[in-house]
């Protein structure tokens, strides 16, 4: 161990900015995280296994889901790193938007293709019941709706480097405006003659917002004056939004809840963006000095050449453990109802399992990330046709 900390502390380039490598890496840790320890499952009479939250038995755990809600943090470290990349690039703005859709998008076919093969396999090779493989499908595909989206602002980088020449951190306002309005139309005193589909108007400028941050923050149009505001007034009205206007306090969606915050983004959402945002840049330099200790910098910047692995499979591996476990019956922190504080203490003592099963997963899965060049057209296309195959049935 103590060779590859030294291996990788080598090859790291004296202008690697570490503080973002370690901002990312936290982001990505916290989404894993999150789903294995907001997450439950039950077991039906007939062996299935169905989502269950222990949000539903746990109100008082919704200040976990405001410490585990990270994205904030990852678009704005993304908005940052893309400028940068997109200041240096050598070709057109296209092909630039090409490579990085390219790599977000190879990891996400690899994990639906497997899933395509895996599930007949499963159903009919092992018997697992038909509601445990659409339960594994909601779930794989739970982190990937965040994988499109940000393909979807990766593609917009060239407007946001723009509006921030011309704006500089303001040009996050109009975003965060949008978000109040859409907010105001759906809960507000016109709420019942909304029509329904308006909340989808918040996904795009709800996760925008803290990207556009970054690229701000990556040309050097937003310092420790905006970050201050950020932070404050971030804090403020994450404070007031579900005290005075009844926004919902859990990040996360709560069965049976009739509201949710994160699906579309809500203006809480953004108001924690930008706290997180603000704190994120004023640490920057303390973050950046700690990283300077090699054992801490190694596995930073392993998470970060995993990252959409992570992002990815870590659904996978917490089923890994479950589905099997659903064969046993009730296995305390696995296929028993999250709704005992017996629960909560199973569960963490699951997260090393499910912690190794992704590393496991993550040492075959890593070469979707890899760029195919050697892969073939017809493999190509087959991957493709059983990833189409999976988003049926998983959208079904």
């Given at each position: 161990?103590k060779?590859v900390?030294e291996?990788i502390?080598?090859?790291?380039?004296?202008h690697r900015d570490r503080?973002?490598?370690?901002l990312?890496?936290l982001a990505?840790?916290?989404v894993?995280t999150?789903?294995w320890l907001?997450g439950?499952?039950t077991v039906?009479?007939?062996?299935?296994?169905?989502?269950?939250?222990?949000?539903?038995a746990?109100?008082?755990f919704?200040?976990?889901?405001w410490?585990?809600?990270?994205l904030g943090i990852?678009f704005?470290?993304?908005?940052?790193?893309s400028v940068?990349?997109y200041n240096r690039?050598?070709?057109?703005?296209?092909?630039?938007i090409?490579?990085?859709?390219a790599?977000?998008g190879r990891p996400v076919?690899?994990?639906?293709?497997v899933?395509?093969?895996?599930l007949?396999?499963l159903?009919h090779?092992l018997g697992v019941p038909?509601?445990?493989?659409r339960?594994?499908?909601?779930?794989?595909v739970?982190?990937?709706w965040?994988?499109?989206v940000?393909?979807?602002v990766t593609?917009?980088?060239?407007y946001?480097?723009?509006a921030?020449?011309?704006?500089?951190?303001w040009?996050?306002?109009?975003?965060?405006?949008t978000?109040a309005?859409v907010?105001?139309?759906?809960y507000g005193?016109?709420?019942?003659?909304?029509p329904g589909w308006l909340?989808?108007?918040n996904?795009?400028?709800g996760w925008?917002?803290?990207?556009q941050?970054?690229?701000?923050w990556?040309?050097?149009?937003?310092?420790r004056?905006h970050a201050?505001a950020?932070?404050v007034g971030?804090?403020v009205?994450?404070?007031?939004?579900p005290?005075?206007?009844?926004?919902p306090?859990s990040?996360v969606?709560?069965?049976?809840e009739?509201r949710?915050?994160s699906h579309p983004?809500s203006l809480?959402?953004?108001?924690?963006?930008?706290?997180?945002s603000?704190a994120a840049?004023?640490?920057?330099n303390r973050?950046?000095?700690?990283?300077?200790?090699?054992?801490?910098?190694?596995?930073?910047v392993?998470?970060?050449?995993?990252?959409?692995?992570?992002?990815?499979?870590?659904q996978?591996a917490?089923l890994?453990?479950?589905i099997p476990?659903?064969?046993?019956?009730?296995?305390?922190g696995?296929?028993?109802?999250?709704?005992?504080?017996?629960?909560?203490l199973a569960?963490?003592a699951w997260?090393p399992l499910f912690?190794?099963l992704?590393v496991?997963?993550?040492?075959?899965a890593?070469?979707?990330e890899s760029?195919?060049?050697?892969?073939?057209t017809?493999l190509r296309?087959?991957a493709?046709?059983?990833?189409?195959?999976?988003?049926?049935?998983?959208?079904a």
């Open positions: 161990m060779a900390i291996k502390e080598a090859r790291t380039p004296a503080a973002i490598d370690g990312r890496a990505l840790l916290a894993p999150g789903h907001l439950g499952f039906s009479g007939d062996g299935a296994i169905h989502n269950a939250s222990p949000l539903s746990f109100g008082g919704a200040p976990v889901s410490v585990l809600q990270m990852f704005l470290v993304g908005g940052y790193a940068l990349s690039r050598t070709g057109p703005a296209s092909s630039w090409k490579s990085r859709l790599r977000l076919l690899g994990v639906t293709a899933w395509a093969v895996l007949p396999l159903h090779g038909a509601d445990t493989l339960t594994a499908s909601t779930l794989v739970q982190p990937l965040f994988v499109g940000y393909a979807v593609a917009l980088t060239p946001c480097v723009r921030a020449h011309r704006l500089g951190a040009a996050a306002a109009p975003l965060l405006g978000v309005v907010d105001f139309l759906r005193p016109y709420a019942e003659a909304m909340s989808v108007v996904i795009l400028p925008m917002f803290a990207y941050l970054g690229v701000a990556g040309l050097g149009r937003l310092g004056r201050w950020l932070l971030g804090a009205l994450f404070a007031a939004l005290a005075v206007f009844g926004y306090a990040m969606g709560v069965p049976g009739a949710t915050n983004p809480l959402v953004l108001a924690l963006a930008a706290a997180q603000g840049i004023l640490l920057r973050i950046a000095k700690a990283l300077r200790w090699p054992a801490l910098w190694a596995p930073v392993v998470i970060n050449l995993s990252a959409m692995t992570i992002l990815c499979w870590h996978t917490m890994a453990a479950a476990a659903s064969f046993a019956g009730a296995v305390p696995l296929t028993t109802a999250p709704d005992t504080l017996g629960w909560v569960r963490l997260l912690a190794g992704l496991l997963i993550g040492r075959y890593r070469g979707f760029p195919w060049a050697n892969t073939g017809a296309a087959t493709g046709v059983l990833a189409a195959g999976f988003a049926v049935f998983a959208l």
